[in-house]
């Protein structure tokens, strides 16, 4: 028999690790407890527990992308009740809702391969998942990264005396109203468009490309 009930707040024994991953250890993992799974080979019961927010953000690279690759659930798991004890913390569905929500907005782009990986990585660097955060952490990323001037091609319709498919000489970036912008002179006149009307010409820009394939599929 168990004392544990559905709704009880739980958090995990020091002893216990990841039974699909030996090497990352769940102590202190704490969560909230959905449903009674059966009993297991020990006769212990078996418990649906659900992850919350912090314990959601503990959970590591190697098993999120391997969840959102094979397609297996990362936010619960089922485990035996000599795993864990009953807990006095208190955790709210809302704030373990929205972290879900982030990290699968973060890995979103795990099928892209390396690209994707290094998406995730700038997302994860951003102060929050708002645009404008996500925003200014490409800025300061594309600033560290590359060399001005650079020649770009221009793709969108005709604009300001840019003329869609020339190659035009990019002299700085900068972050203003939520948008990248590339500086660079037109006949003789300063004039700015968002960088995302530009490609890479003749050599490969990882860092912009990057983010031009963020700035169409977000």
Not at 120 to 144: P, V
Not at 193 to 211: G, K, M
Request: hydrophobic residues 40%.
């Amino acid at each position: 028999m168990t004392d544990f009930k559905i709704g009880d707040f739980i958090e995990m024994k020091n002893s216990v690790v990841d039974p699909d991953y030996p090497h990352i250890s769940l102590s202190g993992w704490q969560g909230e407890i959905m449903d009674f799974e059966g009993m297991d080979e020990n006769n212990q019961a078996l418990f649906r527990i659900a992850w919350n927010a912090d314990t959601l953000f503990k959970i590591p690279d190697e098993v999120l992308k391997d969840a959102f690759t094979e397609g297996f659930e990362f936010s619960e798991m089922i485990l035996s009740a000599d795993d864990f004890f009953k807990s006095d913390a208190i955790h709210k569905t809302s704030e373990r809702k929205a972290a879900i929500e982030k990290i699968e907005q973060m890995y979103f782009w795990i099928d892209l391969g390396e690209q994707g990986i290094r998406i995730i990585k700038l997302l994860k660097s951003a102060q929050d998942l708002s645009e404008k955060n996500i925003r200014r952490a490409w800025f300061q990323y594309l600033k560290a990264q590359m060399v001005f001037p650079q020649k770009l091609i221009f793709l969108s319709e005709n604009e300001l005396g840019c003329i869609s498919g020339n190659a035009y000489d990019i002299i700085e970036i900068e972050l203003n109203a939520d948008e990248i912008w590339a500086n660079l002179e037109v006949n003789k006149q300063k004039i700015k468009l968002p960088l995302s009307y530009f490609d890479q010409s003749e050599s490969a820009i990882e860092c912009l490309q990057d983010f031009l394939v963020w700035d169409s599929n977000k």
